[in-house]
């Protein structure tokens, strides 16, 4: 059974930073590029960053772009964002998910976790 777990949200003031992390099963977790992706209230869901199998390759939002970092330990099946600077603005549900293949539009990935919220006070 596959299952991905986000967890690390909370409430954080405007300058703090958190860091998600993401665990996986049930699948080949070293096969699969991971994304991480937002929504906000009233708001579509939002890519955010991807990382490939190895880590070595990466790509990020413009929105994010110099404040968070994707990463993976393909040993214990565990993928993370760190997120510094946090801005109200990224204030939404975070969601974890694994792609057979490098993508940025939700649907190009094939697993997803249930998401943890990211609130951002100013």
């Known amino acids: 059974q596959v299952q991905l777990v986000e967890s690390g949200g909370g409430l954080v003031q405007a300058g703090g930073s958190l860091r998600l992390s993401c665990a996986a099963s049930?699948?080949?977790?070293?096969?699969?590029?991971m994304g991480w992706f937002r929504q906000a209230p009233g708001k579509e869901r939002e890519f955010v960053a991807t990382?490939?199998?190895?880590?070595?390759?990466?790509y990020y939002a413009d929105s994010v772009k110099g404040r968070f970092t994707i990463s993976r330990e393909n040993a214990k099946n565990m993928a993370y964002l760190q997120m510094n600077s946090l801005k109200p603005e990224d204030t939404a549900v975070y969601y974890c998910?694994?792609?057979?293949?490098?993508?940025?539009?939700?649907?190009?990935?094939?697993?997803w976790g249930q998401g943890t919220q990211v609130t951002v006070s100013s």
């Open positions: 998910a694994a792609s057979a293949r490098w993508g940025v539009h939700d649907h190009e990935y094939n697993y």
């Open positions: 049930g699948f080949t977790f070293r096969n699969y590029y």
């Open positions: 990382i490939a199998w190895s880590g070595g390759l990466k």
